[in-house]
């Protein structure tokens, strides 16, 4: 393991874990409101957002434990989001196309996610144990950058759903946001997602997110206060979320009955979950690439996508869901010096208190707080990978980018993928100059350092790091930039 024997101080270590702890779990929770987004799970969102938070809990303990980095930040990832969704979703459908009630459906997701998700974990570990990373990796980057701004666009349409109330399918459906009385319960929230996005990215300091997230609570209850609105009245207004009171924490996992799986409801996720093993796989490649530039030292690749495996695994039999590397916080601890496992603790330990708690934060917090993360995401993942990368590749490639977007939008992950994939060798094949997403060069001339793709400008930024650290080395698949990595450290 590097940095065998070094350490911090605790008390910086407790510090860091806390700062780290206040930027994650509002992610977390959000990221829960994803994965259960379809109507269906309105009722039961404190029990299923604990599990998430358990479950990024589990994640954080097992990359604290087995990554080679002792600064190694894993939570549930956004990579994997919209693929757990997809099943939740078409899983309830399955089910009420047969008749089963409320505990019979809750079952068969919950126990569904939970299994495809250690299969998941499965599926890394036998890639790394077989050397299989860089097979993986050479998905070309532009049909990812596609698959990336459509979680964006998922992030900001789950985040216009959870505050207006109203359920949509595609961007055709829209209009329905904007009507007299959705219009009036979203403005907050995309005013509040843009306004952090502005923020975050021009000020780039580790306390502008958390400075922002307790801005919105204190805007919310401070209008509430001015106005006279109880809690109560909020609540009744659509403000706050109306859902069931948290059962006692040890029953969150009350959901999880085997007995009541409708079994024959997951064999049809089957090619969903081809296509988010292969996602997540390259996304945690990207992930190691870009901290094994920043740390300047070779990484073991298959070594800690064993770990993501582990990690997945675990999380499964917990009753948890996908993570990774989260590459903006694994950074924030690197520079900030951090050499112990004890900040990531800090955080398992936070997001465990944060489930005991005999309370729901869900049925305090506006839906516009959790729902101004997620138009953040989505700004700045659409901006990115919609409209900046047009200025580092070839037109082909960039092409292949929007081509990829709108293939997922209108006939799925897997199949848009896969579409995505068959444009650019078509392309390929008939001699079209596809290029490379071209690196940028400091003042000298030096390539700087890499981002990967889930985790963008913006995400960087999570972490406070500086404006230099935002550049990236883009490549037309990850093989190649395996090469820039070593050229660039040479």
């Known amino acids: 393991h590097l940095f065998a024997n070094e350490s911090n101080p605790i008390s910086i270590s407790i510090m860091y874990g806390i700062i780290n702890a206040a930027m994650v779990l509002p992610v977390l929770m959000s ?35 087995f990554s080679s980095l002792p600064f190694a930040v894993g939570q549930v990832q956004d990579a994997g989001l919209l693929f757990l969704s997809q099943m939740a979703s078409q899983m309830v459908k399955i089910c009420r196309e047969q008749g089963y009630d409320a505990d019979r459906i809750l079952a068969t997701v919950t126990v569904g996610l939970s299994l495809y998700t250690a299969c998941l974990g499965l599926g890394l570990i036998l890639i790394a144990k077989c050397r299989l990373a860089s097979l993986v990796q050479k998905l070309p980057t532009s049909v990812i950058g596609g698959y990336l701004a459509f979680i964006g666009f998922f992030c900001g349409q789950s985040g216009l759903s959870m505050m207006s109330g109203v359920e949509v399918s595609g961007v055709t459906e829209w209009g329905r946001f904007f009507t007299g009385s959705s219009l009036h319960m979203i403005w907050p929230g995309v005013v509040g997602g843009c306004m952090i996005y502005v923020l975050v990215r021009k000020i780039r300091h580790m306390a502008v997110l958390p400075t922002c997230i307790v801005g919105i609570i204190v ?20 403000w706050i979320n109306q859902a069931d009171a948290p059962p006692v924490w040890y029953h969150t996992w009350d959901y999880l009955c085997l007995d009541k799986v409708v079994w024959s409801a997951l064999p049809p996720q089957i090619p969903t979950f081809i296509g988010m093993v292969f996602v997540v796989a390259l996304s945690s490649s990207l992930d190691v690439a870009a901290i094994e530039l920043e740390l300047g030292q070779p990484l073991n690749y298959n070594h800690e996508l064993k770990t993501v495996g582990i990690s997945n695994m675990i999380s499964g039999m917990a009753g948890g869901y996908t993570g990774s590397y989260i590459f903006s ?7 900030a010096g951090i050499k112990s496992r004890l900040a990531g603790y800090i955080v398992v330990l936070a997001e465990v208190i944060s489930v005991i708690l005999p309370i729901s934060l869900l049925a305090y917090l506006p839906n516009f707080f959790f729902a101004s993360l997620l138009i953040m995401i989505c700004v700045d993942l659409m901006y990115e990978w919609l409209w900046e990368v047009r200025e580092r590749t070839t037109p082909a490639n960039y092409g292949v980018a ?3 977007f709108a293939f997922i939008d209108i006939i799925g992950v897997e199949k848009g993928i896969l579409a995505g994939l068959a444009l650019y060798l078509l392309l390929l094949k008939l001699g079209v100059d596809m290029g490379q997403i071209d690196a940028n060069y400091g003042e000298d001339g030096e390539t700087l350092p890499i981002c990967d793709g889930v985790n963008s400008d913006i995400m960087l930024n999570y972490g406070g790091l500086q404006e ?6 883009r490549s037309d698949s990850i093989s190649f930039t395996e090469g820039a990595l070593s050229k660039s450290k040479d």
């Open 329 to 335: 916080q694994t950074i924030f601890y690197l520079r």
């Open 31 to 65: 990221f829960g409101n994803i994965i259960y987004r379809d109507d269906f799970f309105l009722p039961y969102l404190p029990v299923l957002v604990k599990l998430t938070v358990i479950s990024g809990a589990v994640h954080q303990t097992c990359f604290s434990l």
């Open 219 to 238: 805007i919310f209850y401070g209008t509430l206060a001015l106005t006279g609105t109880s809690i109560e009245e909020a609540r009744q207004q659509g």
């Open 402 to 404: 929007l081509s990829t």
């Open 468 to 473: 230099e650290s935002t550049k990236y080395i």
